[in-house]
């Protein structure tokens, strides 16, 4: 096991050896490179190589490129710039700034349909979500990557730390089967990174493997010591005090946190050295050495305030960076401007065209009618015939008019009921757009302030807002679908059917219906069928109708019935029993079937109307007011009729008669 330590450790060196060569030779060819795309490639290979250890670097570099790739018009760089940016200013601390430049990578990035940018842009979101604290995010963001990752067969290097990322999020919430299993199936890749063993040190630590958890910590030193990782070795160092703390050796926990506190690049990572002050203060207050702990809880609040200050600070520096930002944009912006000029004009030259074209058109056509006028004045024809086809033509559109009349009194009343049924879910969806839309304009302003809470806020009242939008959405489709429904013409063929059966199945039917939507629905139901005569006697046991638009007026029925008892047990008294019930029977040569309930009843002032389209008892939004409209055709069409008998606060009987 030594040998193999001390092996890894060589190859670890000559990898350190040859990044630092990298890094060299890419200054070098830096110092002598034109202002072309391979310079943005260079200043975005040594941003990504100074991203986890010194961010104050990675980020000139970075933003170097990112002003060399704007004027270029390079999309492509620019993007990755902006990623490396993410990457710093999340280490930093600087999460405002991160986000910003990460979503406007991932917009470039899906712009351009590069997926390997698509997949760095969401690992960089998720990471800077994470660091928040911003769970939900972050892995909404990390099974984005890992799909597309997936889809695309992208190599190990980029597998690696959206499971890893994953894990640690797991791990912070304390679902730590969850986290060590997505840990492992990084581990398996083994590209050598750092952050993994610690996300992997910081499981075990909490899952009480202390010596796994030292194991995984100190090699997150190796190798971020020679992966170029800095930032984690403070975390590493923070890990293995952490699980002394635990252990109950603080001695050892001290020793660690001081190793912690003293790495150079720690003023590059201050959040790292935050919490090592924190940790080292909650130490010594265990150990009642009140000088030291006091002296660590002053360093604690001398860093948090430094960390205010230097928030300020780069935000200073990045101000000319943004000037010269906004004046590449006004640049590009006033080019765009002159572009819609010289388009608009060339739109005006082509309407001018078209217009004197068509004035052409018009005036050729008026001549050849004036032709034909000429020459039908010179045709002699029979002038009582002519008479007879003008008083036919006269009749015939005399007739089509009162027909075309009276189809459009017709439509006049379908559509109003429509235009009346539909108005109310279109207002709420125009409104909650129109809310959403000033909630958005408040989003982007809070989100360019820092303020997360009230962005999550606005965010989660965009959801809200939106998922009334889909409610009264799907309300409107009902209604139009039930509308095309009720217009729609069967072409179904008649056949012996079992009436009974069938009442029996769509009652069923109705009745777990309720009970799918509903769980706390409850209601009894009867049968009363009239056997006394078989099928192959002259009794009702097989009528002649077509089923599938039967059953359809059976189950509309049943399922009125089913919530009028419901609703009325809201309000009844606790000994009310919802009842529905069907009933058959033979009379003379008709089959008469009886749908009753015990609900609320429907009032008499509108008993009369509940046949017509698009009247409903049901509250808003709850009924279309075409299933009874619908019902009433289909038993005309089988030449029946159908009826109601209620009594307002008793419950309603509804009556279908069909011939044999």
């Known amino acids: 096991m030594k040998k193999i330590f001390i092996l890894i450790a060589i190859l670890l060196m000559l990898k350190n050896y040859a990044q630092n060569r990298e890094i060299d030779g890419l200054k070098q060819k830096l110092s002598s490179s034109k202002e ?12 990504e190589n100074y991203s986890w250890s010194y961010a104050d670097t990675a980020t000139l570099y970075a933003q170097q490129g990112l002003l060399l790739a704007q004027k270029l018009h390079y999309n492509k760089g620019a993007a990755w710039c902006m990623t490396f940016l993410t990457a710093a200013s999340t280490t930093y601390g600087n999460y405002a700034i991160a986000l910003d430049y990460g979503y406007k990578a991932l917009t470039i990035f899906k712009n351009l349909n590069d997926n390997s940018g698509i997949v760095n842009a969401d690992i960089q979101l998720a990471f800077c979500y994470r660091e928040q604290g911003d769970y939900g995010r972050a892995l909404s963001y990390l099974y984005s990557g890992l799909q597309l990752a997936q889809a695309n067969r992208f190599e190990n290097d980029i597998i690696e730390p ?11 919430n304390n679902k730590l089967d969850s986290a060590l299993f997505y840990a492992q199936k990084a581990y398996e890749h083994r590209s050598n990174w750092s952050g993994l063993f610690y996300i992997l040190g910081t499981i075990h ?9 030292i194991y995984f910590f100190k090699q997150t030193i190796i190798l971020a010591e020679h992966g170029y990782y800095l930032k984690d070795i403070i975390d590493a160092y923070n890990g293995i005090s952490n699980v002394y703390v635990h252990a109950g050796n603080q001695d050892s926990a001290i020793y660690y946190s001081n190793q912690a506190m003293n790495q ?6 201050p959040l790292g050295l935050l919490n090592t002050a924190a940790s080292l203060a909650d130490i010594y207050k265990l150990k009642n050495n009140t000088d030291s702990a006091l002296k660590y809880l002053r360093l604690t609040i001398s860093l948090k305030d430094s960390l205010f200050n230097q928030q300020k600070t780069r935000e200073a520096e990045n101000y000319f960076f943004n000037a010269q930002l906004q004046e590449q944009k006004e640049s590009e912006q006033q080019q765009q401007l002159r572009n819609k000029i010289k388009l608009y004009a060339l739109l005006g030259v082509l309407i001018v065209v078209f217009i ?7 005036s050729n056509l008026n001549q050849k009618r004036a032709y034909k006028l000429l020459q039908k004045q010179k045709e002699e024809t029979d002038r009582q015939k002519q008479k007879v086809e003008i008083t036919l033509q006269e009749l015939t559109s005399t007739q089509a008019q009162l027909i075309q009349s009276e189809k459009m009194a017709s439509l006049g009343e379908l559509t109003a009921g429509i235009a009346h049924e539909i108005q109310n879910p279109l207002n709420f969806v125009n409104n909650f757009s129109d809310v959403n839309k000033e909630l958005l304009t408040e989003l982007k302003e809070e989100a360019d302030k820092g303020n997360i809470e ?26 139009v679908k039930g509308m095309l429904q009720h217009s729609k013409q069967t072409k179904g063929v008649k056949e012996p059917t079992d009436i009974n059966a069938l009442c029996d199945e769509y009652l069923r039917l109705s009745y777990h219906g309720m009970r799918a939507k509903d769980k706390s629905f409850n209601a009894d139901f009867k049968t009363d069928f009239d056997e006394s005569l078989s099928a192959d006697e002259a009794g009702i046991g097989k009528i002649n109708i077509v089923p599938q638009d039967i059953a359809r007026v059976l189950l509309n029925l049943f399922n009125n019935a089913f919530y009028e008892t419901n609703e009325k047990k809201r309000t009844a008294a606790e000994n009310y029993n919802p009842l529905v019930s069907v009933q058959t029977k033979k009379i003379d040569d008709k089959v008469e079937i009886a749908v009753s309930d015990n609900g609320n009843g429907i009032p008499q002032n509108i008993v009369d109307k509940i046949f017509q389209p698009f009247f409903t008892t049901k509250p808003t939004g709850q009924g279309t007011g075409l299933g009874l409209s619908l019902s009433y055709d289909i038993i005309k069409a089988h030449g029946g009729e159908i009826k109601v008998e209620s009594k307002e606060g008793e419950g309603s009987k509804f009556l279908i008669r069909l011939c044999e």
Not at 40 to 47: D, F, H, I, M, P
Not at 205 to 213: N, P
Not at 356 to 362: N, S
Not at 454 to 479: L, P, S
């Open 264 to 269: 150079q690049f720690g003023k590059t990572y």
């Open 356 to 362: 004197i074209g068509f004035i052409l058109y018009r």
């Open 205 to 213: 630590e909490k899952l009480g493997h202390h010596q796994l958890a």
């Open 162 to 172: 959206l499971g890893g990322i994953m894990a640690s999020i797991y791990e912070k």
């Open 454 to 479: 009230e962005v999550k806020t606005i965010a989660n009242n965009v959801k809200e807002n939106e998922e009334k939008i889909n409610h009264h959405g799907k309300r409107a489709d009902a209604i």
């Open 36 to 47: 072309d795309t391979n310079k943005v490639w260079l200043l975005e290979r040594l941003s």
